[in-house]
T-cell receptor, first 115, second 111 residues
Framework: GAVVSQHPSRVICKSGTSVKIECRSL??????MFWYRQFPKQSLMLMAT?????????EQGVEKDKFLINHASLTLSTLTVTSAHPEDSSFYIC???????????FGAGTRLSVL | GQQLNQSPQSMFIQEGEDVSMNCTSS?????WLWYKQDPGEGPVLLIA?????ELTSNGRLTAQFGITRKDSFLNISASIPSDVGIYFC???????????FGTGTRLQVFP
């Protein structure tokens, strides 16, 4: 199946710093990528939908100025958590839809810990 | 955000037993998907269902797309220790729409 790479897998940062997470589709082009957040023992909650070359669409309650999403190419989307605080600590997972194939492939996730 | 109701919430079974879990929604979906998530990893697709009434198998896994398009179930036969993990259903209203995830079923298999 298609491979989605997410980097870094784990990041620990101080409160107030910004963290960038990358999501790459390695062997296919993805016009659409999705960013999810998962708190411990909970399900995945969609944060935003990222379309190549256009602005991301954010779900209700997700602050677009805090979670900056850039989808500059057909194989790369980035999520930047700006001025991170301890409550932003979570597992962030991206997924990508291959053009012409209607299945979302997921990355391995990034565990963010904000001290 | 919207979530699908998934049951049971957790299951503790003995190796070799069969497992059944289901997912229900108040709205109609055109696609139902079942994923497995291991600790610290992203979800991995197990089975995708595209038609109401469809019954699809993948090895020891069998899933069905409910005829009302508002539910789906997943069966695992003859469970083994590596089946341990969290199973999520996901519904998709349209082909490239966002996924709505279920609340998850945590499966523990004892030898």
């Amino acid at each position: 199946g298609a491979v989605v790479s997410q980097h870094p897998s784990r990041v620990i940062c101080k409160s107030g710093t910004s963290v960038k997470i990358e999501c790459r589709s390695l062997d296919f082009q993805a016009t659409t990528m999705f960013w999810y957040r998962q708190f411990p023992k909970q399900s995945l909650m969609l944060m935003a939908t990222s379309n190549e070359g256009s602005k991301a669409t954010y779900e209700q309650g997700v602050e677009k100025d805090k979670f900056l999403i850039n989808h500059a190419s057909l194989t790369l989307s980035t999520l930047t958590v700006t001025s991170a605080h301890p409550e932003d600590s979570s597992f962030y997972i991206c997924s990508a839809i291959a053009t012409g194939i209607d299945i979302q492939y997921f990355g391995a996730g990034t565990r963010l810990s904000v001290l | 955000g919207q979530q699908l109701n998934q049951s049971p919430q957790s299951m503790f079974i003995q190796e070799g037993e069969d497992v059944s879990m289901n997912c229900t929604s108040s709205s109609i979906f055109n696609t139902w998907l079942w994923y497995k998530q291991d600790p610290g990893e992203g979800p991995v697709l197990l089975i995708a269902l595209y038609k109401a009434g469809e019954l699809t198998s993948n090895g020891r896994l069998t899933a069905q797309f409910g005829i009302t398009r508002k539910d789906s179930f997943l069966n695992i036969s003859a469970s083994i220790p590596s089946d341990v993990g969290i199973y999520f259903c996901a519904g998709q209203p349209g082909v490239t729409d966002k996924l709505i995830f279920g609340t998850g079923t945590r499966l523990q298999v004892f030898p």
